[in-house]
């Protein structure tokens, strides 16, 4: 009798283990983050992001899109696709207007009050790379050549595309061919020989970068001092969210045939989300990217630029509750601008 009650209490034992494997420990809210794509500062940033979150917040998963224009992001987390996104200063007065690339989408405005941040990153320099034996040593050398400057409807295309125009008086629309193709079929178009000029606008080192100048010597093209004397480069060094950025000789070691310090442009950007998202999960998610992102320091050095106390830095549009109820806890200082509607 006992050895029967014992096989059975083994078959129940092995039947209540098999239902509890069937049964996930715990239930995961899924939500989606967008970004550009691989190598950029905005994927390096937001799959962090999403790195932080997955590990250090129970119940969470983030899914990493690092595909498409962080103009139509906007557009799908407005309309409840997507939980995240990156929006800059300038591309967001263009949706809340209905402007620019949003003047063909009615409801872009609306939209845009669907969308609330969640904290301020540097996007980085706009590196204008050529190759070091390419002869073009100066922005006026690119009449005549194929450049990449931007993803099609995106903010960096617009962006690069006013920096080439303000610095040198050339018309990128006549006097080169502008290639408008993603960001990973532009690198590996310029690594192939079809680009004379390849812009990304990225925190430095880029490994995107580092990884092209390993295989050939490369030289990054700046701003000269009679080219930031132009008003209208002045206009784009001023917009709202641009910085004006140096990289430094020898940021890619050997590959990189500079010998002086090269000016460019830069923006800052943000991290968005959805204003419905539940604002005790937006709390805990921002509080654990705060939290945790030092510890992404030393094996992502390009990290080390986003930092705590440049969180609301050029942000132009309401904050998250969620977002706000943190940084009122740890004392950072809110602008009334920042702070939603009640």
């Not at 629309?173 to 590996?188: K, L, N, P, S």
């Not at 904050?319 to 509607?341: K, N, Q, T």
Request: charged share 15%; no cysteine; net charge negative.
């Amino acid at each position: 009798m006992s050895k029967q009650f014992s096989r059975l209490a083994l078959l129940a034992g092995a039947a209540g283990l098999a239902l509890s494997a069937a049964q996930p420990a715990q239930a995961q809210e899924m939500l989606r983050l967008s970004t550009l794509g691989p190598g950029s500062s905005p994927y390096l940033v937001m799959s962090t992001f999403a790195n932080i979150v997955n590990e250090h917040v129970d119940g969470v998963q983030i899914q990493v899109n690092a595909t498409g224009a962080a103009t139509r992001h906007m557009v799908e987390a407005g309309r409840g696709e997507i939980e995240f996104y990156m929006s800059s200063p300038t591309i967001y007065n263009f949706m809340s207007q209905g402007t620019v690339m949003y003047s063909a989408i009615a409801d872009a405005p609306e939209l845009a009050q669907n969308l609330r941040s969640l904290l301020s990153f540097p996007l980085g320099s706009y590196h204008i790379i050529t190759y070091a034996d390419s002869g073009i040593e100066s922005l006026n050398d690119l009449e005549g050549t194929r450049v990449f400057l931007g993803p099609p409807g995106g903010g960096a295309l617009a962006t690069a595309i006013a920096m080439v125009e303000a610095a040198t008086g050339l018309e990128t629309d006549t006097d080169m061919e502008v290639v408008q193709v993603g960001w990973d079929a532009a690198a590996q178009a310029f690594q192939d020989g079809q680009l004379d000029v390849y812009v990304n606008p990225t925190n430095a080192p880029s490994p995107v970068i580092q990884q092209i100048a390993f295989a050939r010597p490369i030289r990054i093209i700046g701003l000269t001092p009679e080219m930031m004397e132009r008003e209208a480069l002045q206009t784009l060094i001023n917009r709202p969210g641009g910085t004006l950025d140096v990289i430094e000789p020898g940021t890619y070691g050997e590959g990189q045939v500079n010998e002086a310090p090269i000016t460019t442009i830069g923006s800052n950007v943000s991290i968005g989300t959805r204003a419905a998202l539940d604002d005790d999960l937006v709390y805990s998610l921002v509080a654990a990217f705060w939290d945790n992102v030092r510890d992404y320091d030393q094996g992502s050095p390009w990290m080390g630029r986003v930092r705590i106390e440049d969180a609301l830095v050029d942000l132009n549009y309401p904050l998250h509750p969620g977002a706000l109820s943190y940084y009122e806890e740890i004392g950072v200082e809110v602008p009334d601008e920042l702070r939603p509607a009640q």
